[in-house]
């Protein structure tokens, strides 16, 4: 070929590249943009392009996108965080949550309502790390996260989770400082003596690994439960969870509402000034209008949302993330506070900054939510029912820069 033929060649080639490239890959276009993160409130769109967030502004141009989203009446947020689900799922029998039965598949349940980054919350222990990470982390869509358990068997019930023997500091802190990529921190659940063995253990994994621990307290102390004062101000750090922050449970550990005087404990606003996290942790026994509404009254605002998903709650009355979130907005907090809750709070607390925002060059995880106006019921476990005329359903999930969830086939074009 001679040197005409090939400049003609190669200007062709330029030409046509230029003609056939778009800017973005996916432009998401004219929703309510909520992004507490960056004070966003307002009609915006969003352009994607190589899984990142290119560009956020009133107005970006449909000739630029590859794929255009009409999110016109919806609302477009940063994908949600869960921190407290139960995903270490498997074949063990008696396993309970760690490589057992009563936890979920991520993928089934996390992008249909908007999920994008879940946290197992304390099914994983220092011994099977391994195993949830090849059996769950490797193979799921979703971005799965560990509160590692500071029992090395993990949450495999019963005696299992009694045995002070198996709560190594040192073991446990290390795994996790091995695997930053996917621990978060440590939890403790389910203990029933009245000793803070646990919680002192695992505030020292944290010291080790610097990571928060997350508290599920005392369980069975129910004539005499440890003191959630002393837990506050004397055993957790700043920046330390509480979950299960909505729960009465018959009188097994003490409560946010006094379950005499029925009023907000006087020293809990002042745990989360301190910095105390209080997440919901819905679960199946863990939630109560009747500790919720007069919380909420006296200011107790939840820090982050949560679920506390596995196979017992799931078909109870917590259902998922956006039941959750429902419940709240419901109750009076408002959306974007609501959004905050299960977006840049969670991702704060679980130190991934780089999640839970649409700032320009995060990474492209958004949900696409549609608030149904209706008449609908919520309820807990002890029948109480709250009714409201607004409800969060996904319309679709973008994780990584790619649709994931699609309900009424907006992506298609
Ligand atoms: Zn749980």
Redesign the pocket.
């Known amino acids: 070929m001679n040197l005409k033929y090939r400049l003609l060649l190669i200007v062709m080639v330029f030409t046509c590249s230029l003609v056939s490239a778009q800017t973005y890959d996916m432009l998401i276009k004219g929703g309510r943009l909520i992004d507490p993160k960056n004070n966003i409130d307002a009609t915006m769109d969003i352009a994607i392009k190589d899984g990142k967030v290119a560009k956020v502004a009133k107005s970006i141009s449909e000739k630029e996108a590859g794929k255009v989203i009409a999110a016109q009446g919806l609302v477009v947020t940063p994908g949600l965080i869960d921190i407290?689900g139960?995903v270490f799922h498997g074949t063990e029998p008696n396993h309970y949550l760690s490589d057992g039965l009563t936890a979920l598949p991520p993928d089934g349940f996390t992008f249909r309502v908007g999920v994008t980054t879940i946290v197992d919350?304390?099914g994983v222990g220092w011994k099977n790390f391994d195993t949830f990470k090849k059996n769950v982390i490797d193979v799921s869509k979703t971005r799965v996260l560990s509160f590692m358990n500071i029992v090395g068997e993990g949450m495999r019930g019963g005696a299992w989770e009694q045995n002070t023997g198996d709560m190594d500091a040192k073991l446990s802190g290390m795994v996790a400082k091995q695997n930053k990529k996917y621990i978060v921190g440590f939890k403790v659940?389910h203990y029933g003596s009245r000793d803070w063995i646990p919680i002192d253990r695992a505030v020292e994994a944290g010291r080790i690994a610097d990571m928060p621990v997350i508290v599920?307290f005392g369980g069975s102390n129910e004539f005499d439960p440890l003191s959630i004062k002393e837990l506050f101000f004397e055993r957790l750090r700043p920046g330390d969870i509480y979950t299960h922050t909505y729960a009465e449970l018959n009188g097994a550990r003490e409560t946010v509402i006094n379950r005499k005087s029925r009023e907000l404990e006087p020293f809990i606003l002042d745990a989360q000034k301190r910095g105390i996290i209080f997440d919901v942790?819905y679960?199946g026994a863990s939630f109560e209008f009747k500790q919720a509404i007069p919380a909420l009254a006296a200011g107790l605002y939840p820090n982050t949302i949560s679920t506390?998903l596995h196979t017992g709650s799931m078909n109870a009355a917590m259902k998922d993330q956006l039941n959750v979130m429902t419940t709240f907005l419901a109750m009076g907090m408002e959306l974007p506070d609501v959004i905050e809750a299960s977006t840049w709070k969670p991702a704060q607390v679980i130190q991934r900054v780089e999640l839970g925002h649409l700032s320009e060059g995060a990474i492209a995880d958004i949900s696409i939510l549609n608030i149904r106006d209706g008449e609908f019921t919520l309820w807990d476990r002890t029948g109480q029912k709250v009714p409201t005329n607004h409800k969060l359903e996904c319309e679709l999930t973008v994780k990584d820069g790619r649709v994931v969830y699609d309900l009424n086939g907006r992506s298609i074009q």
């Open positions: 407290h139960h919350c304390g659940a599920d942790g679960g506390d």
